[in-house]
């Protein structure tokens, strides 16, 4: 978790064209692109670094993604049920699953 990220939408510009710089620069970002709570995480190491500069670069040459991200922001904040499988209750109690358009299912 050197840069704290859930999604290529954590590590790319605004527009959603290429991976921002920032991430790729040999520090770690003190800022957050997600509302998650992170674990204290062990000693990062100048290795670690490297690795993941090296495979963004292998991944997105010239910091350009082959087919940019769309529209991020859903028009309405319920779209998310068409979207997504897995969720979990604010209070990180519950964790669901949607099996299908209207079954869920819940774990503790």
Known sequence: MLHKVVSLADITSANGKRIDRIFTSS??????????????????????????????????????????????????PADWLEYWEWFATSDGQFLYFREGPSVWHRFL
């Open 27 to 76: 520090s770690e970002f003190e800022g957050s692109r997600n509302n998650f709570e992170w674990p204290s995480k062990h000693h990062v190491s100048s290795g670690d670094f490297t690795v993941w500069r090296k495979t963004l670069e292998y991944m997105y040459p010239n910091e350009q993604l082959a087919q940019p991200l769309g529209s991020w922001i859903l028009a309405d």
